[in-house]
């Protein structure tokens, strides 16, 4: 079963390559969707796909993804609407 998740992350991830691991750690799981900082320097991860895989990605999340992230906080809310991504994007390169 496919689902969808909205993860707002709240830390230090500035200069740590946090969105890029996010992507490479999504993609290599199969997931799909988007990858962003906003203004106020929180990351948006809005991803979508199997469920087995999205519990690992999440679990990857709770660990803090870098050892060099202090204060992390986040929020996750699941839908079972999907968006249809066809790839996992990011806002760098």
Not at 24 to 38: P, T
Not at 69 to 74: E, L, T, V, Y
Not at 81 to 88: F, K, Q, R
């Amino acid at each position: 079963m496919n689902k969808r998740a909205h993860l707002i992350m709240r830390s230090d991830v500035d200069g740590v390559g946090f969105r890029f691991l996010v992507k490479q750690k999504a993609q290599s799981l199969g997931l799909k969707g988007q990858c962003k900082q906003n203004n106020e320097k929180e990351i948006i991860i809005d991803i979508e796909g199997n469920t087995n895989s999205m519990e690992e990605f999440i679990q990857y999340i709770q660990k803090g993804v870098s050892p060099i992230m202090k204060n992390n906080s986040f929020e996750i809310e699941f839908f079972d609407e999907l968006i249809g991504y066809t790839s996992m994007e990011t806002d760098i390169v």
